[in-house]
Nanobody
């Protein structure tokens, strides 16, 4: 089983930037896409971004396109989420996920979840 640990969250003013990291450890045998999801208070968890194993394909929610960039370093078993031009509505707990699969109903997670990291954007 893969363990995921997120880091990099914090408090930032609107318009600022943060970079989240997700370090994977454990039984990493297969090559899957990984992704980021987020959950704001009182709302359901939603998809943010995903990246293929090779890094050649990336997917974004419309709400973050042009502002967020997902990347990965397989040598370090780490996935990143660079977040620029942050808005108060980006405030949420951000979760890293393994084995993200694009289905007809949208991205679904078939692997592990991290514990989450809080991102708070002040206006």
């Amino acid at each position: 089983q893969v363990q995921l640990v997120e880091s990099g969250g914090g408090l930032v003013q609107a318009g600022g930037s943060l970079r989240l990291s997700c370090a994977a450890s454990g039984s990493i045998y297969d090559r899957y896409a990984m992704g980021w999801f987020r959950q704001a208070p009182g709302k359901e968890r939603e998809f943010v971004a995903a990246i293929s194993w090779s890094g050649s394909s990336t997917y974004y929610a419309d709400s973050v396109k042009g502002r967020f960039t997902i990347s990965r370093d397989n040598a370090k078993n780490t996935v990143y989420l660079q977040m620029n031009s942050l808005k108060p509505e980006d405030t949420a707990v951000y979760y890293c996920a393994d084995e993200v699969v694009q289905t007809t109903t949208g991205p679904e997670v078939f692997g592990s979840w991290g514990q989450g990291t809080q991102v708070t954007v002040s206006s």
